[in-house]
């Protein structure tokens, strides 16, 4: 239902997409994840006709975005990052207004203005002005507004960001609900677990290209698991806390020499950690701090794209996007 081939936008020097190719089946979705600039919303634009790329092809359930616009819009519905909703209407006019626009008919718009609103938890607010409304309140009225005429394919530009918790899961189902119906949704997220709950496939972008591409569980294991952390006393330890965590992690050790600090990839959590310290205590180095954590967010960043939200300066920093595996370099990641 989505396919883009070489999409390419450019800002002056700036490739907001650099190359961009994503296929998204009928019924699915797809999580287009990446750090803050890496092009996600450009991607969106361009894939919802409100931009033009300088290259490349997309089309969206089967019409092409540039050269028929009108049509692609007839089948798709959009929340942007910024909720987009009027005013000075109250969460039921907006609603139904969206509804009317889509020629659903008077009382079908109201019908579906009302489900909406109790859908999102907004029936006691509806009557009034959303200008009175909290910033979570709009972007749940936006979401819905997305929602009303039930499109074929559905773009959802961080659909959750700035939702509490409660909210959120209610968006989860309203979208899974949707797929259920045979909806499509390319949906952009900085939350690595909403990708995990949602999305049938994952992309990462940086830089407007795809650094990464498998369902949550193989990004998962390209990730590894827990990480163990260490610093040590002396400069002199480094080498052999290197060594013997090199035998227990997976992958590379990580290791800053200022801060004495050592990071390594674990499968198998405290039994792992354990033995790390079964055999340091076998030898003369000292340890200052020793812990065990889960791969955040950052982490996934941090692996995937060799840096978090920032742009980079330092060439090194990036890694081998080619394969989606980046050499971290240590100073980012203290
Ligand atoms: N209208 C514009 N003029 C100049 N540069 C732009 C414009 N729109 C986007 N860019 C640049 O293109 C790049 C990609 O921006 P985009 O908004 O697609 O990122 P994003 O992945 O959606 O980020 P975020 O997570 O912050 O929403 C950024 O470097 C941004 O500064
Ligand atoms: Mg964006």
Same mark, same amino acid.
Request: charged share 30%.
């Given at each position: ?13 700036? +490739? +907001? ?36 790329? #300088? ?9 092409? /975005?540039? +050269? #028929? ?14 909720? &987009?909703?009027?005013?000075?209407? $109250? ?48 972007? !749940? ?7 009303? +005429? ?10 959750? $960001?700035?939702?509490?918790? !409660? ?8 979208? !899974? #609900? ?10 952009? $997220? ?8 949602? &999305? ?14 498998? $369902? ?20 002199? #330890? ?46 003369? /180095?000292t340890l200052l701090d020793v812990g065990l954590r889960r791969p955040t967010l950052d982490d996934v960043f941090l692996t995937l794209t060799g840096h978090i939200a920032e742009e980079t300066t330092d060439e090194d920093a990036g890694g081998d996007h080619e394969t989606g595996r980046a050499l ?7």
């Amino acid at each position: 239902m989505i396919r883009t081939s070489g999409l390419v936008k450019r800002y002056g020097d700036v +490739a +907001a997409l650099d190359g961009l190719d994503l296929v998204v089946p009928k019924g699915t979705i797809l999580g287009l994840l990446g750090p803050n600039g890496a092009g996600k919303t450009t991607a969106v634009r361009i894939l919802t006709t409100l931009l033009e790329p #300088d290259s490349g092809s997309a089309e969206v359930a089967g019409m092409d /975005v540039i +050269a #028929d616009p009108d049509q692609v819009r007839e089948h798709i519905g959009l929340s942007g990052q910024n909720a &987009a909703v009027d005013e000075h209407l $109250t969460g039921f006019e907006n609603l139904d207004m969206v509804g009317r626009l889509y020629h659903l008919g008077k009382t079908k718009s109201r019908d579906r203005a009302r489900e909406l609103l109790d859908l999102f938890e907004l029936d006691e607010a509806g009557d009034r002005p959303t200008k009175t409304y909290s910033g979570g309140m709009r972007r !749940r009225l936006d979401l819905a507004a997305a929602l009303v +005429a039930a499109p074929e394919v559905l773009f959802l530009d961080e659909p959750t $960001t700035g939702l509490d918790p !409660r909210s959120r899961v209610v968006m989860w189902g309203a979208i !899974r #609900d949707l797929v259920k119906d045979g909806a499509t949704v390319l949906l952009t $997220t900085q939350y690595m677990e909403e990708a995990d709950q949602l &999305a049938d496939d994952i992309v990462v972008i940086d830089h407007g290209k795809m650094i990464a591409h498998g $369902t949550a569980d193989e990004l998962k294991t390209q990730l590894g698991g827990e990480r163990i952390e260490i610093v040590v006393g002396q400069p002199s #330890d480094i080498e052999l806390a290197r060594s013997i965590l090199a035998e227990l992690c997976l992958g590379e050790v990580q290791v800053n020499e200022q801060s004495r600090h050592l990071t390594g990839a674990v499968d198998g959590g405290t039994s792992v950690l354990q033995e790390v310290l079964r055999r340091i205590d076998a030898t003369d /180095v000292t340890l200052l701090d020793v812990g065990l954590r889960r791969p955040t967010l950052d982490d996934v960043f941090l692996t995937l794209t060799g840096h978090i939200a920032e742009e980079t300066t330092d060439e090194d920093a990036g890694g081998d996007h080619e394969t989606g595996r980046a050499l971290i370099k240590e100073e980012e990641v203290v």
